[in-house]
């Protein structure tokens, strides 16, 4: 069975400019989470989506926004690029959602993002 | 605060057993996971914890104790491919991960 799924593998904009990640869950998995992470560090959690509906936002300004469709797949989107931005962007996805869910989240192989 | 804090990097030798430690300032999370990351790869789940104690997977075994705030992440009989970035990581839904422990694996 296909793992996650991201596109594109590697992007390269400007400041200012706009992206969108896409996201294909593992079949069967109806949560979809994001996360940043930047070298050297750990993921950073940005959004989660279950069933279609946002269950948690990170720490992240406005320019960052998601949704997931019907299929349970996802897509994250950057508006008005920083030099910040930066960074590996992962998705994941689990069978479930919920504050006591301990279903492991499964992550794709990520989107580099490099702003220059 | 809700650090979570993990050595930067440990140095093992091949066959040798390495225990990374992870310390954690919060309560009330679901569970503690553990991940490997090999550089430039996505980060692969190894082992969990809900409940305090030792859980066992092949080479790798994952401890937890919540009372004193700490797990550990074991490597037995290390291979030169274990070589990577392991990342601890508390989960409320969601995961929220430290800054992951560099082990590298010399022959």
């Known amino acids: 069975d296909a793992g996650v799924t991201q596109s594109p593998t590697h992007l390269i904009k400007t400041r200012g400019q706009q992206v969108t990640l896409r996201c294909s869950p593992i079949?069967?998995?109806?949560?979809v989470s994001w996360y940043q992470q930047v070298l050297g560090q750990g993921p950073q959690f940005i959004f989660q989506?279950?069933?279609?509906?946002?269950?948690g936002r990170g720490n992240f300004p406005d320019r960052f926004s998601a949704r997931q469709f019907p299929n349970y797949s996802s897509e994250l989107n950057v508006n008005a690029l920083l030099l910040g931005d930066s960074a590996l962007y992962l998705c994941?996805?689990?069978?479930?959602?919920?504050?006591?869910?301990?279903?492991?989240?499964?992550f794709g192989d990520g989107t580099r993002l490099s702003i220059l | 605060g809700q650090n979570i804090d993990q050595p930067t990097e440990m140095t093992a030798t091949e066959g040798a057993i390495v225990q990374i430690n992870c310390t954690y300032q919060?309560?009330?999370?679901?569970?503690l996971f553990w991940y490997q990351q090999h550089a430039g790869e996505a980060p692969t789940f190894l082992s969990y914890?809900?409940?305090?104690g030792l859980e066992e997977k092949g080479r790798f075994s994952s401890f937890l104790s919540r009372s004193k705030g700490y797990s550990y992440l074991l490597l037995k009989e290390l291979q030169m491919k274990d070589s990577a970035s392991y990342l601890c990581?508390?989960?409320?839904?969601?995961?929220?991960f430290g800054a992951g422990t560099q082990v590298v694996v010399t022959p």
């Open positions: 989506y279950y069933e279609k509906e946002e269950r």
């Open positions: 994941a996805s689990s069978l479930e959602w919920g504050t006591d869910s301990n279903q492991p989240q499964h």
């Open positions: 914890n809900v409940l305090d």
């Open positions: 990581a508390v989960s409320w839904g969601k995961l929220q």
């Open positions: 079949s069967g998995h109806k949560s």
């Open positions: 919060t309560s009330g999370f679901n569970g």
